[in-house]
């Protein structure tokens, strides 16, 4: 997304930005009048990014929850003792208790973390999908123009005017409800974001002379794309994606607040906010956790996505390694060496 | 860097902001239009409005739709009024645009009419106008929903004698027949027959002012009115589906008066809770293994726990229940108490059905609609939870209003296993025939199955009057939760009326689907 | 230009088609409408007697074609409902919903750019991490839950505010407004940042510097325009989700917009209404799109001539 297609920059070049290739790249502010005698590992380059490595521990700690979590939790979020009501958090009850209870006596750590896992299954694949299909689809159609690219844009207009919500209440009522369900809704209803963008991006570099050059010299369209679209328009595509992750983790609270969602018993972090709202004015915590958890899921993602984004990128590359005070005069607008 | 105080002034077209403006300016800026539409201002109407906000926008105003809950709330002894209206604290039937009527023989009422009532328009209220509006709701094209909800098919022929009084004649005897005449609203003889009419008129103490379809619905006071005249001139009713919102209006000093608010947001300031005569309850269909052995169903009854949902889920706001209908209609058995959950007995009676073959592994669907109650989902969360107890493998499946539908009448949708349904029940007629014939007939709309005996049990108890048929309809109930199960009831509910500190109204049992606005007065607070 | 623009809409009558199809279709899959529309205790024969009436006891395809034959004469039938025309309560309900989308558009854009020029200026100082961190949150709040804690704090607690409601001056709309803002304004933030930060260091901005620009000018004239492409395919994006559906905050404040009607209908199994809805909802969709278009071509000569047929 903060990809400029008709940016004449570096990358744009450059058919192959390579993650590990630190030469220094001909614009490169920094590294040109000092090559880096080595590459720089990612974990050096996020060791040097506070924000990304706190990001980065964030969603390790949510994957970890959501992969482990069924396994050590046992039946523990879904116990229910009615006596043990709207309890709020505090260290009294145990571990369970830390965060309080909902209104049936559950423990909310142990939901937080049962919720992690359905809202990962939700949203990741939906993402993945939608990114995969809409992205294919979209260089397709932006690399070969003319009809099949009307027709794909076409296909996208439809999509995009079509209400997500009958989707929702078809695949609900007429189709068992199931996480395989919503992830199918979210997913074709997210294609034609990425199907546009990755068909801009497409046919501007369909113009450009590697792209031509390697037409003449005879290779496939879809080894064309792959090998000097997909590189290029890759960047763009991921951080669509995260900003995508928080929409459709935010759409499917969204569709539980109209009683459309993920179904209980199961438990999603948007279905708990969703089916928190009414207590926020008497017992806080159920509502706002998972919507906590939501948000700084979602940020680090951000974070860790602009993070990589620049990591992977020669031109910005130096932000990342230079030192601070570099960085610091750089970030007055002077130009650094 | 310098804040950008305007764009660039020379050369360099500003491209950027160009586009962002055209983008902006796609969408048509038609002014306020919208959020000005109404002069009288946010109060909606300031000094001597009554203001309430229901919980969504009547689909119509027709009367002959009145037993809709939305279109009952505005419409009903408001707009338009009935021949007969029961008490629905005393369960009487009292006189409104019918002073008096009796039985001249087993198939004949005569009602004596009121007079020097005029309709909304001027025009009088004559037989003329009453044998109308029966027929209309029973007989038109109107398909009004009263006609199936009272009358479900009874033939009645309607003859006016003279300009005050009306002949009703039944093909059947019908005790009855004043009941479910109360269910019917007046309208003038010119009203239409081949649709629902938007606006209509009557003879009640206020009239439509204005309809602003989606923003509001304003009264106001019918000055010929024959009665009393209500103490506030005009009214205007708004819609908020979000409970949370209608109690922070009230809180706010935006309206007076509120349909459903969630206990979460009642105070004693801003609500009032009042038996609203809803039961709920579990329909297990028995047509269906495991729940077709009676001994599972009666296991389900006694594993739940309806004391501790009736208060931790419902707030208080309820009482466990043990029978369809609450004390005060007709066939009520006080004898009939929610017994403590006993888990090992229960969990004995699966096993012996187990043992005898009966399939209790089998998956059960527990069906409830979303908006059902406050904290339904909950409530099928509880009830699952408290059924896998047992050992029975339970799936929740939360529906919207029309698929539950398809599950609560027949015909029932094929092939959908077993389903425990969660119902809530109002009986708004005060007599116990409404349910027994809707719930626990064999063939009953809403019945999944039934015996024999206590068909008869019925079809008897519905040709008695008086005490008797009080008795006999008890025994009905307490025959439902011995030899059939089944009803797992859960409870009686209450209903939280919001009320700000600045009227004085007490809620009733009818206040859910009829909401008097001249029986709500201003508070006096200087202590008058 | 018009040649582009005559061309796009007539490529886009048959996705229109396909989109009236596809609702008409997917709308009978949710089930029967009698039910919701009889009182539960109406005879088989009552049940018939409104089906057909209402044409419901028909097959689905002719059905469609009854319809489709509808829409040519532009009857789009009546709801079921409210017994009211579907097409009269749909444009009832269309320009609440644009004043919103609007509005909110217009907010979103302004600020994103100044925000985001700002945040891009000095990438990776403390503003911009302090910038980037609040619109990164803002962008994954749950909605309802931001609007029901705004009628809490400033309709309730401080009592700024109404809680709800179309009838006053220009406080009715802080809180709707408000609501919808966060999401567009948080995602487009990151986005005119981003493509900011790449603006600001590519070459032609260091030869524009060298030659003397000021800085303002080198900004919001050289860098912006080329920054404007991604901002503007983001914002028109959001806008059409704006269009599509504000049914949650017009549900709370009782906004008594398209997205409600919408949902309503959907719920209420009110075939007419719905398809209306859609119907106009897709047109004012594929308009957008093509006036989207229509701006990247003034933006970019290249796009117009690469511009698909």
């Given at each position: 997304?903060?990809?400029t ?14 993650p ?5 790249a001909?614009?490169?502010p ?5 090559p ?9 380059l996020l060791?040097?990014?506070?924000f990304?490595a706190?990001a ?7 994957l ?5 979590g069924?396994?050590l939790l046992g039946?523990?979020?879904?116990r229910?003792?009615l006596?043990?009501s ?13 965060l309080?209870?909902d ?6 750590l142990?939901?937080l973390?049962d919720a992690?896992?359905t809202?990962l299954?939700?949203?990741l694949?939906a993402?993945v999908?939608?990114l ?10 932006g690399?070969h123009g003319?009809l ?8 996208a207009d ?5 209400p997500?919500l009958l989707l ?7 189709f068992t409800?199931?996480v395989?369900?919503?992830v199918?809704?979210?997913a074709?209803?997210?294609?034609p974001v990425?199907?546009?963008t990755?068909?801009?991006e497409?046919?501007e570099?369909?113009?450009r002379?590697f792209?031509d050059?390697?037409?003449t010299f005879g290779?496939g369209?879809?080894?064309t794309?792959?090998r000097?679209i997909?590189?290029?328009t ?14 459709v983790m935010?759409t499917?609270?969204?569709?539980s607040f109209?009683?459309?969602?993920i179904?209980?018993p199961d ?5 708990m906010?969703?089916q928190?709202?009414q207590?926020l004015q008497?017992a ?8 906590v958890a939501?948000?700084i899921?979602t940020?680090s993602?951000?974070i860790i996505?602009?993070?990589a ?5 020669p ?8 030192p601070r005070a570099?960085r ?8 650094p060496s | 860097?310098q ?6 002034l ?5 491209r950027?902001?160009a586009?962002a403006?055209?983008?902006?300016a796609?969408?048509p800026?038609s ?5 000005n539409?109404?002069?009288t201002?946010?109060?909606g ?6 203001r309430?906000?229901l919980?969504?926008?009547?689909p119509t105003l027709?009367?002959?739709d009145?037993?809709?809950t939305a279109t009952?709330?505005v419409?009903?002894s408001n707009?338009?009024?009935p021949?007969?209206e029961r008490?629905?604290?005393s369960g009487?039937l009292?006189?409104l645009?019918?002073t008096?009527w ?7 009422w005569?009602?004596d009419?009121?007079s020097?009532?005029?309709?909304h328009d001027g ?8 044998a109308?509006?029966i027929?209309r709701a ?15 098919g ?10 005050a ?5 039944t ?11 109360s269910?019917i609203e ?10 629902k009419?938007r606006?209509?008129v009557?003879?009640?103490p206020?009239?439509?002012?204005k309809?602003?379809?989606g923003?509001?619905i304003?009264?106001r006071r ?13 009214a205007r009713?708004?819609?908020r589906?979000?409970?949370?919102v ?5 809180d706010n000093?935006e ?8 206990p979460?947001?009642?105070t004693?300031?801003?609500?009032v ?6 039961t709920?309850?579990?329909r297990l ?5 495991p729940?077709?052995?009676i001994?599972?169903?009666?296991a ?10 009736a208060?931790?889920?419902?707030a208080?706001l309820?009482?466990p ?6 004390d005060?209609?007709?066939g ?13 007995a229960a969990?004995?009676?699966v096993?012996d ?6 399939p209790t592994g089998?998956?059960i669907?527990l069906i409830?609609r979303?908006?059902?109650?406050p904290?339904?989902?909950?409530t ?11 050992g029975?493998?339970v799936?929740?499946?939360?529906t919207?209003s029309?698929?539950?539908?398809e599950?609560?009448?027949?015909p029932?949708?094929?092939?959908a ?5 969660l ?10 025939a409404f349910?027994?014939?809707q719930y626990?007939l064999?063939?009953g ?8 005996a206590?068909?008869e049990?019925i ?7 008086g005490?008797r048929r009080?008795?006999a ?6 025959a439902?939760?011995?030899?059939v199960?089944?009803y797992?009831?859960?409870?009686h509910?209450?209903?939280?009326l919001g ?11 009818a206040?859910?689907?009829e ?12 202590g008058? | 230009?018009v040649?582009f623009l005559r061309k ?5 009558a ?6 009236v199809?596809g609702?008409f279709c997917?709308?009978r899959?949710t089930g029967?409408p ?5 009182p539960?205790?109406a005879t088989?024969?009552q049940?018939?007697?409104?089906a057909?009436?209402?044409g419901?006891d028909q097959?689905v395809?002719v059905?469609l ?5 509808q829409?040519?004469?532009?009857d789009f ?5 409210t017994g009211?025309?579907a ?20 907010i ?6 100044l925000?985001g020029c700002?945040a ?5 100082s403390p503003a911009?991490?302090v910038?980037?961190?609040?619109s990164?949150t803002?962008?994954?709040i ?14 309730v607690t401080l009592?700024?505010l109404p809680?709800?409601g179309?009838?006053?001056?220009a406080?009715?709309w802080?809180l ?7 999401r ?5 933030v ?6 900011m ?8 901005t260091?030869v524009?510097r060298?030659k003397?620009a000021?800085?303002k000018r ?5 860098a912006?325009r080329n920054a404007?492409?991604p901002a503007?395919?983001v914002a ?6 704006l269009?599509?559906?504000?049914v949650v905050?017009e549900t709370?404040?009782g906004?008594p917009?398209?997205?409600k009607l ?12 719905l398809q209306?809805a859609?119907?106009l909802t ?7 799109n093509?006036?989207?278009d229509?701006?990247?071509a003034l933006?970019?000569a ?5 511009a698909?047929?």
């Open positions: 997304m903060t990809a297609p008709q940016d004449p920059g570096p990358t744009a070049q450059d058919p192959g930005p390579a590990q290739d630190p030469g220094p001909p614009q490169d920094a590294a040109a009048p000092r880096a005698p080595r590459p720089a590992r990612w974990w050096t060791g040097g990014d506070r990304a706190a980065a521990v964030v969603l390790g700690l949510v970890t929850a959501a992969l482990l069924p396994v039946d523990a979020a879904e229910q003792d006596r043990a709207l309890r709020p958090p505090s260290l009294d009850h145990g571990v369970l208790g830390l309080g209870t209104v049936l006596g559950r423990s909310m142990a939901r973390i992690a896992g809202t299954s939700v949203a694949p993402v999908c939608s995969v299909i809409g992205s294919a689809i979209g260089m397709w159609a690399y003319g099949r690219e009307s027709a794909a844009m076409r296909v439809v999509i995009l005017s079509f997500s929702a209440v078809v695949a609900l009522y007429v409800p199931s395989a369900n919503l199918l809704i979210l074709i209803t997210r294609i990425y199907l546009r990755a068909r801009a497409a046919a570099l369909r113009s002379l792209v050059a390697a037409r290779a369209s879809g080894a794309i792959y000097h997909l590189p290029i890759l960047p763009t595509l991921l951080t669509v994606a995260t900003v995508d992750f928080s929409f935010l499917e609270s969204s569709l109209l009683g459309i969602g179904q209980p438990v999603s972090w948007g279905l906010v969703a928190g709202r207590y008497t806080w915590w159920i509502a706002v956790l998972p919507g939501i948000v899921t940020v993602a951000t996505a602009a993070w984004r620049l990591a992977t990128d031109a910005q590359r130096w932000r990342l390694t230079a570099r610091a005069r750089a970030n007055r607008g002077e130009t | 860097m804040p950008p105080a305007r764009p660039p020379r050369g360099g077209r500003p950027a902001l586009a403006a055209a983008l902006v796609l969408t800026i002014a306020c239009a919208v959020a539409s109404d002069d201002g946010t109060t109407g300031g000094e001597g409005t009554l309430i906000v919980a969504q926008e009547p027709d009367p002959c009145a037993s809709l009952g709330a419409v009903r707009i338009s009024e021949l007969i008490d629905p604290t009487e009292e006189p645009l019918a008096e009796h039985r001249t023989d087993p198939t004949t005569r009602l009419l009121r020097g009532v005029t309709f025009q009088p209220f004559t037989a003329e106008d009453a109308f509006s027929d029973v007989h038109s094209d109107v398909a009004c929903n009263v006609d199936g909800y009272v009358f479900g009874t033939e009645l022929d309607v003859q006016t004698d003279g300009a009084a009306l002949t009703v004649t093909a059947e005897p019908d005790p009855v027949l004043p009941l479910r005449l269910f007046v309208v003038p003889r010119t009203t239409s027959t081949d649709a009419v606006t209509p009557g003879t009640g206020y009239a439509i002012d309809w602003e379809t923003v509001s304003a009264l019918n000055d010929s009115y024959w009665g009393d005249a209500p103490a506030y001139p005009r009713y708004v819609w589906s979000e409970p949370s209608r109690a922070a209006m009230i000093g309206a007076e008066l509120s349909a459903a608010l969630n979460e947001d009642a004693e300031d801003n609500s809770a009042y038996p609203n005569n809803e709920t309850a579990l269909d028995g047509t269906q293994p729940l077709d052995d001994r599972v169903r009666k389900i009854g006694m594993v739940i726990d309806q004391g501790a949902i208060d931790v889920l419902f208080g309820a009482d229940a043990a029978q369809l209908v609450p005060g209609v007709v009520h058995n006080a004898d009939l108490r929610a017994a403590p959950p006993d888990f090992t969990r004995a009676l096993a059905a187990a043992d005898d073959g009966v089998k998956r669907s409830a979303n908006g059902q109650f904290r339904v989902s909950e099928a969360e509880a009830l699952q939870y408290q059924m896998a107890r047992l029975l493998n799936r929740i499946q939360m919207d029309a698929a539950h539908l599950y609560q009448l027949r029932f949708p094929k092939g296993g077993p389903v425990a349904l119902i809530m029940h109002g009986n708004q007629t005060g007599d116990g349910t027994t014939s626990l064999s063939d709309p809403q019945s999944t199955f039934g015996t024999a206590l068909d049990r079809a008897a108890a519905g040709a008695l009057s005490d009080q008795d309809f008890a025994a009905v109930f307490a439902q939760n011995d030899d199960a089944q797992v009831h859960l409870a509910m209450r209903g939280l009320r700000s500190a600045d009227v004085r109204y007490e809620p009733n049992s206040t859910g689907d909401l008097r606005l001249a029986d709500v007065r201003p508070a006096h607070r200087k008058s | 230009m040649t796009r809409v007539v490529s886009s048959i996705p229109l088609l396909f989109v199809f609702v997917l709308a899959l029967d009698v039910n919701l529309y009889l539960l205790s088989p024969e049940r018939a007697e409104f057909a009436a209402n419901l097959p395809l059905q074609w009854d319809y489709l034959g829409i040519a004469r532009l039938g009546e709801s079921l409902r009211q025309s097409a009269e309560m749909v444009f009832a309900a269309f320009p609440a919903t644009l004043q919103l989308a609007a509005v909110t558009m217009l979103a854009v302004a600020g994103a750019v925000i700002a891009a200026y000095r990438p990776n911009d991490r910038c980037s961190f609040l990164m803002a962008a994954s749950p909605d309802f839950w931001f609007a029901i804690m705004g009628v809490l704090v400033f309709g009592g700024w809680t709800s179309v009838t006053g001056g406080e009715v802080v709707p407004i408000a609501t919808l803002l966060i567009p304004f948080g995602v487009l990151q986005v005119v940042r981003g493509a930060v790449a603006a600001l260091t590519a070459p032609y260091r524009a060298s003397g000021s800085e080198v900004v919001f004239g050289h912006l404007a492409m503007l395919t028109g994006d959001l806008a059409i989700g269009v599509n559906g504000a905050v709370i404040f906004w917009g398209i997205g919408m949902i309503d209908s959907v719920l209420q199994r009110d075939f007419a209404v209306a859609v119907l897709a047109v004012t969709i594929f308009t957008l093509i006036l989207i229509a701006c990247y933006l970019d290249r796009v117009r001539q690469a698909p047929a």
